[in-house]
């Protein structure tokens, strides 16, 4: 069975930085795109940052020069590094995968998501 496991996450006053991790593990084949999003309370879930199979990237302006995603294959981890916190960056952060299990389709995944609050 896949499954997605998040880490990271915590407080941090404005300006800090914070640094997540999601792992998958299980029967995998292969892993193509990997994205973060967030939700924030009382808003819909919103896109962050997204890195493809060949690591290309794109991102949501509001984190543009503040937030990368990196990704090593090798550990089927994605990492997302957010530097200049704001609080309006205040969300529950998600991870997201498309994976093709071994002899199966691809099928999308979600980390079971993890708080970020940042506030001085």
């Known amino acids: 069975q896949v499954q997605l496991g998040e880490s990271g996450g915590g407080l941090v006053q404005p300006g800090g930085s914070l640094r997540f991790s999601c792992a998958a593990s299980?029967?995998?084949?292969?892993?193509?795109?990997m994205v973060w999003f967030r939700q924030a309370p009382g808003k819909e879930r919103e896109f962050v940052r997204r890195t493809t199979s060949g690591g290309s990237t794109n991102y949501a302006e509001s984190v543009n020069g503040r937030f990368t995603i990196s990704r090593d294959n090798a550990k089927n981890t994605v990492y997302l590094q957010m530097n200049s916190l704001k609080p309006e960056d205040t969300a529950v952060y998600y991870c997201?995968?498309?994976?093709?299990?071994?002899?199966?389709?691809?099928?999308?995944?979600w980390g079971q998501g993890t708080q970020v609050t940042v506030s001085s």
């Open positions: 299980g029967s995998i084949s292969s892993i193509n795109d």
């Open positions: 997201n995968a498309e994976i093709r299990p071994i002899g199966s389709i691809v099928y999308s995944y």
